[in-house]
């Protein structure tokens, strides 16, 4: 049983490049979430889908986008990548879709290591 | 605004000794979580609070949930050097309709034990 997968898990950019994360589940999951994690700053959610064909914005979007065309899969794009978004990058999915499911635990990817010089 | 706050963000301690861990929310929330993280690793779900008053306990540390004052803790009973790590909770917020949010994480709780 993989959980979530994250690919490539280190990369290193040129400003302007471009480059496509990707985030594949095996547990049937509905909801998944992309994170990026910056010393002294905790998780920041970037992206978020509550399931295929749907995402929405979370905390910090801007330079991001995504795409959820199929269920066990998440793509997180930079378009033209800064230095700023030099992070780790973590990847999420859970059960979610009620507002009483009970028990629900959000699993997380081994993250991607992206630099932008 | 959504807000979680966690403090401190470092903490020393000796082994043997035990410490809290507050982890204070902006706003009407449905559960919250804490995790751990190891250096150069993923996050490790530690627990998973849903109502008032829940407690949940896993070998030293416990959690706990006051949802009315809007403060979970996590307390470290005889820290051994294995705990050190860095914890941070994460309280999923409600949308006006009541359908699941989003999970906004606070900045962690770096925590070094020493011999």
């Known amino acids: 049983n993989a959980g979530v997968t994250q690919t490539p898990k280190f990369r290193v950019l040129k400003t302007g490049q471009s480059m496509t994360l990707l985030c594949a589940q095996d547990?049937?999951?509905?909801?998944m979430y992309w994170y990026r994690q910056d010393p002294g700053m905790g998780l920041r959610l970037i992206h978020y889908?509550?399931?295929?064909?749907?995402?929405a914005k979370g905390e910090v979007p801007d330079g991001y986008n995504v795409s959820r065309l199929k269920k066990q899969n998440f793509l997180l794009g930079l378009e033209s990548a800064a230095p700023s978004q030099t992070s780790v990058y973590f990847c999420?999915?859970?059960?979610?879709?009620?507002?009483?499911?009970?028990?629900?635990?959000?699993?997380f990817g081994e993250g991607s290591w992206l630099t932008v010089v | 605004e959504l807000k979680v706050e966690q403090n401190p963000l470092f903490l020393s301690m000796q082994e043997g000794k035990n410490y809290t861990i507050y982890c204070n929310y902006s706003?009407?929330?449905?559960?919250l979580y804490w995790y751990r993280q190891d250096p150069g690793k993923s996050l490790e779900s530690l627990f998973v609070?849903?109502?008032?008053?829940a407690v949940k306990q896993e070998g030293r540390l416990m959690a706990s949930l006051d949802t009315k004052a809007r403060l979970s803790t996590l307390h470290i009973t005889a820290a051994v050097h294995d705990l050190s790590a860095t914890y941070f909770c994460?309280?999923?917020?409600?949308?006006?309709?009541?359908?699941?949010?989003?999970?906004?994480f606070g900045t962690g709780t770096r925590l070094q034990v020493t011999l």
């Open positions: 999420a999915s859970s059960y979610d879709g009620a507002l009483f499911l009970r028990g629900n635990t959000i699993y």
């Open positions: 547990m049937n999951h509905e909801y």
């Open positions: 889908s509550v399931g295929e064909g749907t995402t």
């Open positions: 706003t009407t929330s449905d559960r």
């Open positions: 609070l849903l109502s008032n008053g």
């Open positions: 994460a309280v999923r917020f409600l949308h006006e309709t009541g359908t699941a949010s989003k999970l906004t």
